[in-house]
């Protein structure tokens, strides 16, 4: 998973034609580390997309633009917009990231 570190970075990949998964995370946050255990096997599930993560409180502003309240979050984006949103609160299984990618990417 590459890390954005700069918002024209993060501008940069959300323009792209196909759609990104970017995981929204914090060094301090529990749930992130819960997340990071399983979403290996994920992302090798869904290795057709390009994943990116990107800390929210590196890259002030980010977070908030794009109405993310909770960490961990999953976002999709293609073209410049956001397509998909998974709150934190349903980034805790395997199973709730899994279906929320399969509903949103087929």
């Avoid at 060094?27 to 997309?49: A, H, S, V």
């Avoid at 994943?51 to 929210?56: A, H």
């Amino acid at each position: 998973m590459e890390r954005l570190t700069t918002e024209a970075a993060f501008q940069e990949t959300i323009k792209s034609d196909k759609p990104v998964i970017i995981k929204f995370y914090a060094d301090w946050c529990p749930d992130c580390k819960r997340l990071d255990m399983f979403i290996g096997d994920i992302m090798d599930e869904f290795n057709q997309y390009a994943w990116y993560e990107i800390n929210s409180d590196e890259v002030e502003g980010i977070a908030q633009k794009y109405d993310v309240m909770g960490i961990p979050s999953i976002l999709i984006f293609q073209n410049g917009e956001k397509k998909a949103h998974q709150h934190s609160a349903y980034t805790k299984t395997p199973e709730s990231v899994r279906e929320f990618l399969e509903q949103q990417l087929g």
